[in-house]
């Protein structure tokens, strides 16, 4: 077998890791944490890493022949497989792309689809959906100098602003309050879980949904933030992740 080719975006954090999707499918790290890494460590496939500034991503993409989002814009994670010749973008379609083609060790568990296509959407409303300008704002410090303007630019154009000061100026302590609250609904899905993970007994791409964020946090918080955030909810942020990391036997 081919390693599979895992498109993932460096930065100025410790091994470059810090965005929440590619996480998600690869083993070491755009807008949603390291999905990836967590899916193809998860299932033991081989894999590659090429590193695509986030300012050349479009460009990139396009000459790779990546789909876009229904916006229109190219985002990473995305894949190619050697191996069949396919190319995936979206951590979630990644996700079930690598369980139809490598279905040892399922990511997704049979008959769940719908519901953890809902998931992600709404864990990040609720978590963290009042405090977007917070954390771009801190994103922003770990970004590669080459970057930067290509990512204001963008996030302004996302948000609907015109000025990044108004982003970066936003009241911290309230939007640190609102985090909280966010977090603590969060909190109470797992309690109604009745198990270790967010269905129960049962590990899922959900569980790598909530870890992946905290391992983006994780690189952009200060240490007291760091300190007051992992104290939350018993330490379940941080529990979480670490019960991802010995799940998929990845270090994020």
């Not at 998600?24 to 090429?50: H, N, W």
Request: glycine fraction near 6%.
């Amino acid at each position: 077998m081919q390693p599979i080719i895992l498109y993932d975006i460096p930065s100025k954090a410790p091994n470059a890791i810090w965005a929440p999707n590619p996480a998600k499918t690869r083993q070491v790290a755009q807008s949603k944490p390291d999905y990836c890494m967590f899916c193809l460590e998860y299932k033991g496939l081989l894999y590659t890493i090429v590193w695509v500034e986030f300012k050349d991503i479009p460009l990139t993409m396009k000459t790779l022949g990546a789909s876009t989002t229904e916006g229109g814009r190219y985002t990473l994670p995305v894949i190619k497989d050697p191996n069949t010749g396919s190319i995936v973008a979206e951590s979630l379609a990644i996700a079930e792309y690598l369980d139809k083609t490598y279905p040892e060790k399922p990511i997704i568990p049979r008959g769940a689809n719908a519901l953890i296509w809902l998931f992600e959407p709404a864990y990040c409303s609720v978590a963290y959906g009042k405090v977007v300008k917070l954390i771009l704002t801190k994103t922003l410090e770990i970004m590669n100098d080459s970057s930067r303007e290509y990512f204001i630019r963008t996030r302004l154009e996302l948000l609907g602003e015109t000025r990044w000061e108004t982003v970066s100026e936003e009241n911290v302590q309230q939007q640190w309050e609102e985090f909280k609250k966010g977090l603590d609904e969060i909190d109470k899905w797992y309690q109604k879980s009745g198990g270790k993970w967010i269905m129960g007994d049962t590990f899922s791409f959900a569980d790598m949904v909530v870890a992946c964020r905290t391992m983006w946090w994780n690189k952009i918080f200060d240490e007291e933030q760091l300190r007051e955030l992992h104290s939350w909810n018993g330490g379940r942020w941080a529990r979480v992740l670490a019960d991802v990391n010995a799940e998929c036997g990845t270090d994020l």
